[in-house]
């Protein structure tokens, strides 16, 4: 019994290890499959795009790196990283020093306020008291579910965490929370959207707190990892210099989506 | 006499395999106990014990309401006139032919997006309700558990024998006083041992309502995970968890097996 | 004041076909391709739960008592955990095992695609429910055929080959039919993975048209015609494998 399980073992890792030998220069960018538009969609055929994709993408040339996106659940990206399921994550992930316990960050590539929008027929701001007694809808372990629930736990009714930003967006014109707290690009893509049009409003910006929204997003890499996160960061500062940053913002904004200028770290 | 026996049952039950098993699962739990992270723990109990506490309130209210439910069904398959048998089998069909998954997003997510279009049912006094989670929850369990028990049912109900039915019937029995005496406990006595394994499988189904943003054991170990980065803890502690709560419930069952005369006419 | 009907006509009528066209802007290519892969993945761990079906029976039943009492182990564990935990724990902590192991032999790690992983998880958990299918299967056998079998000196794998299973297959088929359906509805499962099957296809399809109720009733339609056919098809192996018994009522 014990050979037999032996050699078993040993056939299996052998099988895994002949059918999947791993090709040391594919770096796999996790993401999770969701929509998150206009960050990350997919089409009808089944493929990817959007804003993120389209700059994932200019780094990854920029850096001469050959990319592969790998879809995996937003929860799973960090202990993705970890066990080497993925090498880096570009996922609109913002850089905290929560997160940077247990990876590390590039620079960043893009920084957007923090919003709230909620129902239209409601009057109230994006402050403690205006979201008094009312149920507020985030995404699970993000910067808003960590920001929502330190400044807005203690007045709300009720803080909802959602496993996708748009089924948050979707129980929010059903009806059945009061407001979302979500990246304020995201959020006003909602509102352009048939759906986000007929049911909601922009509340206001939230009152910023760097400890828990952080200085932006940046790509996610595993620690020590350094060769890795330096190519991506020298990558995002060259397709700012040579122009590529902006011609792909043009196609979805009409602004800067990076934010204030700011030395690497 | 009583001690050898108990000595002489011991010592077949712990044979010298066992003792070398019982060590390395003792080793086991005391590498996980100190080269794992549970610093956690103290202050997520609380949070826990609400989850354990949500779970079993689920478990024991779809099960009762999901039995209740399949007692007609199993009985319109089994004896019913074919107006009644029919949708009876087509409903069973349909809960057993797909996802359990599939059919609380139909519920919360599908059903959920077409309330809001009728102004009638927000105006009503089930708004409140219909706007949480739980309903969702509780319903899409209740209807499983009623679609599979009702098949069980319908089997122990055709397999109660004919001659008790007729000796009903020959005592002068009215229908329903036979079926509430004779029919109904013959088949409840049957299907309780399949009951038992089905109830087992309602608890392993119930984290899936995690996913729509009820507050579960699951779920408090899902946050956890999310919260602290610890990946694998949670999730060893959760299945514990479950495996203690599944011994409870084969416990349970074997009482009120042994509490039921098991002969059978 | 709108009434149900109201509601899934407007839906329907033109925006149903478009919604579930195969060619995109339609996304019926899309589930078709996710119902695929679930009967894949269904396929994959059903075969590989058999598999460990087989030897989990016999181990549980001629294994040493060591062999025994961890097959037990490993039956009463995965029955007693959701499948849910057991996913994500075989997802994140197995392929990390496999590639610690791997270092500790000397191989290059590997990248174990969310396919296999899917498979191996799903798989191990219908081995569990196999082994227990198929042991009650083999005790169902007369004792005299295995005894026979035994006198005419075949070797234990001629005698699982041309004895063991063939007889068993008739007990084993209805307990084994119900597993495939679990394997195909335990997919579902996967897309809390984040895995590209029917029900993560759909949740993806309901979250970029909005049309949630279309697209999961779509998806329910799919996974019934999965079921449908599948029990067509079993009860064409039971018939086949009660061929030459003694026609037998059912349980009724």
């Not at chain 1, 399980?5 to 594919?26: D, P, R």
């Not at chain 2, 309700?129 to 055709?158: C, D, H, I, K, N």
Request: with cysteine.
């Amino acid at each position: 019994m014990k050979t037999f399980l032996k050699t078993a073992v040993a056939a299996a890792a052998i099988a895994l290890a002949g059918t999947f030998s791993a090709s040391a220069e594919q770096v796999k960018v996790g993401f999770s499959p969701e929509a998150y538009p206009p960050f990350y969609s997919q089409d009808s055929s089944g493929k990817w795009g959007g804003w993120e994709v389209d700059i994932a993408m200019a780094i990854c040339a920029e850096a001469k790196l050959d990319c592969v996106l790998t879809p995996i659940p937003w929860d799973g990206l960090i202990p993705g990283l970890k066990t080497k399921k993925i090498d880096a994550i570009m996922n609109s992930m913002s850089i905290t020093a929560e997160r940077q316990k247990e990876i590390d960050f590039s620079d960043k590539y893009y920084n957007t306020p923090t919003s709230i929008v909620g129902a239209k027929d409601q009057k109230f701001d994006a402050s403690p008291e205006g979201l008094k007694g009312k149920v507020l809808g985030v995404q699970v372990s993000t910067v808003h579910a960590a920001y929502a629930k330190k400044h807005f736990a203690s007045t709300a009714a009720e803080i909802k965490e959602y496993q996708t930003q748009d089924e948050a967006n979707q129980d929010l014109a059903a009806g059945r929370i009061d407001a979302t707290q979500a990246d304020q690009i995201a959020l006003d893509a909602f509102l352009k959207s048939d759906q986000g049009k007929g049911c909601c409003d922009m509340k206001g910006t939230v009152a910023p707190d760097l400890e828990v929204l952080g200085p932006g997003v940046g790509a996610g890499v595993r620690k020590g990892d350094t060769e890795l996160k330096d190519k991506i960061s020298a990558a995002i500062k060259g397709i700012r210099a040579n122009g590529k940053y902006g011609e792909i913002t043009k196609k979805y904004f009409d602004f800067d989506v990076y934010g204030d200028e700011v030395q690497s770290n | 006499m009583a001690m050898t026996r108990t000595i002489a049952r011991t010592s077949e039950w712990l044979q010298p395999h066992r003792i070398v098993l019982i060590i390395v699962a003792a080793a086991i739990v005391l590498a996980c106990a100190f080269l794992m992270r549970w610093d956690w723990l103290p202050a997520y109990l609380p949070l826990a014990l609400q989850g354990i506490w949500r779970t079993i309130w689920l478990l024991v209210v779809t099960a009762a309401l999901g039995i209740t439910l399949a007692i007609p069904i199993g009985f319109a398959q089994a004896a019913g006139p074919a107006f009644l048998a029919v949708p009876a089998r087509v409903f069973c069909t349909v809960i057993r032919g797909t996802p359990l998954l599939l059919q609380l997003w139909l519920l919360y997510y599908g059903l959920g997006s077409l309330f809001p279009q009728f102004p009638w049912i927000r105006e009503s006094f089930l708004w409140p309700y219909l706007r949480q989670a739980w309903p969702y929850g509780v319903l899409a369990l209740t209807l499983s558990y009623a679609g599979y028990e009702g098949e069980v049912m319908r089997g122990a109900f055709a397999g109660v024998p004919k001659g008790q039915l007729e000796a009903a019937r020959a005592f002068g029995m009215r229908r329903w006083t036979a079926f509430r005496r004779i029919w109904l406990p013959q088949a409840l006595r049957r299907a309780l041992p399949t009951l038992a394994g089905e109830t087992v499988l309602q608890l392993k189904a119930t984290p899936l309502v995690a996913t729509i943003t009820m507050v579960d054991i699951y779920s408090v170990a899902s946050r956890v995970r999310q919260e602290t980065f610890v990946t694998y803890e949670p999730l060893l502690l959760l299945a514990l968890v479950y495996m203690a709560i599944t011994g409870v419930i084969v416990f349970a069952f074997r009482k009120i097996e042994a509490r039921i005369p098991a002969r059978l006419g | 004041m709108r009434t149900l009907t109201d509601i899934f006509l407007s839906a329907s009528a033109a925006g149903l076909a478009e919604l579930l066209a195969f060619d995109p802007p339609g996304w019926g290519g899309n589930l078709l391709r996710g119902l695929l892969a679930s009967v894949g993945i269904a396929c994959g761990s059903f075969g590989l739960g058999l598999l460990i079906g087989i030897c989990g029976a016999y181990g549980k039943l001629y294994g040493s008592p060591m062999a025994r009492d961890l097959f037990g182990l490993y039956t009463t564990i995965v029955r007693a955990v959701p499948e849910l935990v057991l996913i994500l724990l075989l997802y994140f902590a197995g392929t990390d095992l496999v590639n610690r192991l791997l270092t500790l032999l000397g191989y290059a790690p590997v990248d174990i695609n969310g396919l296999i992983a899917g498979i191996c998880v799903l798989g191990v958990v219908q081995g569990a429910y196999s082994t227990e299918v198929l042991r009650g299967a083999i005790l169902a056998i007369p004792q005299g055929q295995i005894e026979a079998a035994r006198a005419y000196g075949m070797s234990p794998i001629l005698q699982l080959r041309r004895i063991t299973l063939p007889a068993m297959a008739p007990y084993a088929i209805p307990g084994l039919a119900n597993l495939w359906l679990i394997a195909t509805k335990d997919t579902a499962l996967l897309a809390v993975v984040g895995f590209n099957e029917l029900t993560q296809t759909t949740r993806l399809a309901a979250g970029a048209t909005k049309a949630y109720f279309t697209f999961f009733f779509a998806a329910g339609v799919l996974y019934l015609a999965l079921t449908l056919v599948s029990n067509i098809i079993i009860s064409r192996f039971e018939r086949y494998s009660r061929r030459g018994m003694p026609s037998v009522m059912e349980t009724r």
